[in-house]
């Protein structure tokens, strides 16, 4: 199984930059494809998809969201920080299953 | 609009099955693939299995011994099933769409209880 680490919490002042890092255990690139996606999780909800296939934005997501990297190293970046923006972000990837595997999250706390 | 939705018993005892739906609208079962995914309270998600727009099933192997997912495409219904339920297994279970696990269903809060 492809194994997905992230850090466990990030603060970040509002307004200013939160970079979100995710690494995997194996490449989950495939014909220049990255199959890295990214999901925001806020209390009580259900996730909902920002980023597919590494970066491409997904529908009705804001531009301040951007995805980045490749191979075993990918990023997240909110730019720039809003307040409800506070979630748990999670990666997730595609390239080898099953099974489809997650980060175990990254908390986005406010400074 | 794309909806799904779960239901199924909020409560059930050890060592029994549990049976969810996953009821949706707004797109085809047979054009898309539908996965569970469940989240412990306070923890991560977890993947569980998914039936194929072709009809075909993907398991977690961790689960695969214990879990069965079907659906009925003349109610557009996926339907889960997992037996020998342990404590470890409350979780909110919720039904997503591929590709992209793009719609999210509300999820049910399901409790076993010992």
């Known amino acids: 199984d492809i194994v997905l680490t992230q850090s466990p919490a990030l603060a970040v002042s509002l307004e200013q930059r939160a970079t979100i890092s995710c690494k995997t255990s194996q490449n989950v690139d495939n014909y220049g494809i990255s199959y890295m996606h990214w999901y925001q999780q806020k209390p009580g909800q259900q996730p909902k998809l920002l980023i597919y296939?590494?970066?491409n934005l997904a529908s009705g997501i804001p531009a301040r969201f951007s995805g980045s990297g490749s191979g075993t190293d990918f990023t997240l970046t909110i730019d720039p920080v809003e307040a409800d923006d506070i979630a748990t972000y999670y990666c997730?990837?595609?390239?080898?299953?099953?099974?489809?595997?997650f980060g175990s999250g990254t908390k986005l706390e406010i400074k | 609009q794309v909806q799904l939705k779960e239901s199924g018993p909020g409560l059930v005892q050890a060592s029994e099955t549990l049976s969810l739906t996953c009821t949706v609208s707004?797109?085809?079962?047979?054009?898309?693939?539908v996965s569970w995914v469940r989240q412990p309270p306070g923890k991560g998600l977890e993947w569980m299995g998914r039936i194929r727009s072709g009809g075909s099933t993907d398991y977690n192997s961790a689960l695969k011994s214990r879990l069965s997912i079907s659906r009925d495409t003349s109610k557009s219904q996926v339907l889960l099933k997992m037996n020998s339920l342990q404590t470890e297994d409350t979780a909110i279970y919720y039904c997503t769409r591929h590709p992209g696990m793009d719609y999210w269903g509300q999820g049910v809060m399901v409790t076993v209880s010992s």
């Open positions: 707004g797109f085809s079962l047979t054009s898309y693939h």
């Open positions: 997730q990837q595609s390239k080898d299953y099953p099974p489809l595997t």
């Open positions: 296939e590494g970066s």
